[in-house]
């Protein structure tokens, strides 16, 4: 009669655990299987009825097992439900996930005697999250390339036509007076324009294979100065340490030439100054650089609403891990000083 109770219990119990189409299954308190069911015998590869009475450890490889283990163990001692994502190798070798949940099996004196689990299939969910990330992630290192790029077109190429514009105005105002003189002027403007262009092409067929050709900052920033010295009446002076200027390594030269060149030029453009000067100096193993000018000075508004110099300047200046610090007065100049270095 007990006999004939128990094998009906035990009739209803597989049929339950059958008709889970997920992996499903009972342990008592020792992690003894007491049942699986025919979707756990496919994932260990063995019949459902021989894995009762085994443990992980007859099952699984021994790390799988001592992890689902250590999992049995907490769901016992702190007779707490918990939801996991864990690894499983199948009867092909492969690796797979699954998302178990495990539950204390508790009797009618609260005591625990074992856990049922029942497990499925994420593979293919965490496949799909981690092509999500890597997309992602392609993405947000395309949005930083773009915002690169866009920031040397504005400070390279767009600075640089904007001083063959400078070189323009001057031969206009030459020609009356020597056609030969504005001539050659003409010529070297049209070769700068080339450049420029090629530059411009190289920017928009690969933007990574760009690598800027080694220079000097002090030689860079002096060829821009006397530039603008030849086309303007400014008096532009330059102060430049080049002990300071090689305690700058080749990306941190590049952002402090085009700094110099978009201040230069806001000077130029915007300030009406009659003395601009430029100051590169070392001090306590730190970098200072300083472009100053005598002229209007930035009113508020203007200078709340950035254009592309001003974000650029500050935007390279974050990237070096430098700190600036702008000052103006209307009336009373403008000047940008930037630290670079440790503690910078
Ligand atoms: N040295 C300066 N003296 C006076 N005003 C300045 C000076 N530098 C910047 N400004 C003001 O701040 C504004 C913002 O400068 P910013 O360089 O960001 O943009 P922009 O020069 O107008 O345009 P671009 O995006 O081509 O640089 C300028 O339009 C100008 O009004
Ligand atoms: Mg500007």
């Known amino acids: 009669m007990l006999e004939e109770a128990l094998q009906q219990k035990e009739g209803v119990l597989n049929a339950l655990l059958n008709n889970i189409p997920d992996m499903a299954w009972l342990k008592d308190k020792k992690s003894r299987f007491i049942a699986v069911n025919e979707s756990y015998g496919k ?13 992980d450890l007859d099952i699984w490889p021994r790390e799988l097992a001592l992890y689902y283990r250590k999992y049995d163990r907490d769901v016992m001692r702190t007779r707490q439900r918990i939801a996991i994502e864990e690894p499983l190798v199948d009867r ?14 508790i009797d009618a004196k609260g005591r625990v005697t074992g856990l049922a689990g029942i497990a499925r299939d994420i593979t293919e969910r965490r496949i799909l999250i981690e092509k999500l990330r890597a997309g992602e992630e392609a993405m947000r290192q ?13 400070d390279q190429s767009i600075q640089a036509l904007y001083a063959l514009g400078l070189e323009l105005e001057l031969c206009s105002q030459l020609m009356p007076e020597s056609a030969r003189k504005t001539g050659r002027r003409l010529r070297a403007i049209i070769k700068e324009l080339n450049t420029t262009i090629r530059e ?12 800027p050709p080694p220079f000097f900052l002090d030689r860079e920033i002096q060829v821009f100065l006397d530039r603008i010295r030849k ?16 305690l700058l390594d080749a990306g941190q030269s590049a952002h402090v030439l085009n700094i110099v060149r978009e201040a230069v030029s806001n000077s130029l453009r915007h300030s009406k100054a009659r003395h601009v000067t430029v100051s590169i100096a070392r001090k306590k193993g730190q970098v200072c650089i300083v472009i100053r000018d005598d002229g209007v000075g ?8 950035k254009g592309f110099g001003l974000n650029n300047i500050c ?5 070096m891990k430098g700190r600036m610090q702008i000052r103006s007065k209307e009336g009373r100049g403008t000047s940008v000083r930037i630290v670079l270095g440790e503690g910078g």
């Open 43 to 55: 994932a260990c590869g063995c019949d459902p009825e021989s894995v009762v009475g085994k443990t």
């Open 92 to 105: 092909q070798g492969r690796t797979l996930w699954i998302e178990a949940i495990k539950t204390p099996i």
């Open 142 to 154: 395309a949005m930083k390339e773009r915002e690169t790029l866009a920031r040397d077109l504005h």
């Open 200 to 211: 411009l092409r190289s920017f928009i067929t690969d933007v990574r294979t760009i690598k």
């Open 231 to 246: 086309t303007r009446a400014v008096r532009v002076l330059a102060r430049i340490d080049e002990e300071a200027c090689k």
């Open 298 to 305: 930035i009113v508020k508004q203007d200078f709340d609403r």
């Open 315 to 319: 935007a390279r200046v974050a990237e």
